[in-house]
T-cell receptor, first 112, second 113 residues
Framework: ELKVEQNPLFLSMQEGKNYTIYCNYS?????LYWYRQDPGKSLESLFV?????AVKQEGRLMASLDTKARLSTLHITAAVHDLSATYFC????????????FGQGTILTVHP | GAVVSQHPSRVICKSGTSVKIECRSL??????MFWYRQFPKQSLMLMAT?????????EQGVEKDKFLINHASLTLSTLTVTSAHPEDSSFYIC?????????FGPGTRLTVL
């Protein structure tokens, strides 16, 4: 059974600081997704990582994938309040696309 | 990008009634759609895979007779929660994929009184 574990589960950051969220998974996969969820809303796609060594950046967020270590990271640079949300990683280990197993989620709060 | 819609966005029903939730792919065809459930302050859990023209595949622990899935066309999947009870109250989210890209619907919040 595929397990996806995120840490930390709760992250309280000061504006301007940097931090990293980690996502470990238990089986071979090269399809890793990061999502943002605001309260009461559905998921917003942040990154799709499809190969070992993949690195993608968008604004203050950067995600990477190490398939050998079964590890993905989401790095936050110079956090701002608008980044406050819950962040999920998800792994697709199926033979066809779409069946995702999600991590527990990381609740990020950015305060002044 | 591709859009997935859900209807209704919010529903409140009495215990014992049935509720139908629709998931539509608006600008693409989806032979497969996925239904997830998210309880408050928890992660998303896959409930079932909806297959156009054939039976849905349910995840372990999900009662197929309680959560009826119909995928009668390439753009529509429906999830019917039969004889709903308060413990079925949750946020239901569907998704569809175009190759490796996943597109999530806006979700349906079900409250069973």
């Amino acid at each position: 059974e595929l397990k996806v574990e995120q840490n930390p589960l709760f992250l309280s950051m000061q504006e301007g600081k940097n931090y990293t969220i980690y996502c470990n998974y238990s089986t071979t996969s090269d399809r890793l997704y990061w999502y943002r969820q605001d309260p009461g809303k559905s998921l917003e796609s942040l990154f799709v990582l499809l190969s070992n060594g993949a690195v993608k950046q968008e604004g203050r967020l950067m995600a990477s994938l190490d398939t050998k270590a079964r590890l993905s990271t989401l790095h936050i640079t110079a956090a701002v309040h608008d980044l406050s949300a819950t962040y999920f990683c998800a792994v697709d280990a199926g033979t066809s696309y779409g069946k995702l197993t999600f991590g527990q989620g990381t609740i990020l709060t950015v305060h002044p | 990008g591709a859009v997935v819609s859900q209807h209704p966005s919010r529903v409140i029903c009495k215990s014992g009634t049935s509720v139908k939730i629709e998931c539509r792919s608006l600008d693409f065809q989806a032979t497969t759609m996925f239904w997830y459930r998210q309880f408050p302050k928890q992660s998303l859990m896959l409930m079932a895979t909806s297959n156009e023209g054939s039976k849905a595949t349910y995840e372990q622990g999900v009662e197929k007779d309680k959560f009826l899935i119909n995928h009668a066309s390439l753009t529509l999947s429906t999830l019917t929660v039969t004889s709903a009870h308060p413990e079925d109250s949750s946020f239901y989210i569907c998704s569809a994929s175009i190759r490796e890209e996943q597109f999530f619907g806006p979700g349906t919040r079900l409250t069973v009184l």
